[in-house]
């Protein structure tokens, strides 16, 4: 059992990880077509990944 937990704790922790990359190369690929400022942008991060944590 605790190998079962383990493993779902690793799952868990991989789409976390690739959740947050593709948040990143999206608000990358946004930013390259306007003129957002590096600010705004992290703000923007930051609460989609709250929003991520919180739809768990």
Known sequence: MGDEVRQQHVIEEVQSLLNDYLEELKLSY???????SAETILEETRQLRQISKSSR
């Open 30 to 36: 946004i930013k390259q077509s306007t003129d957002i």
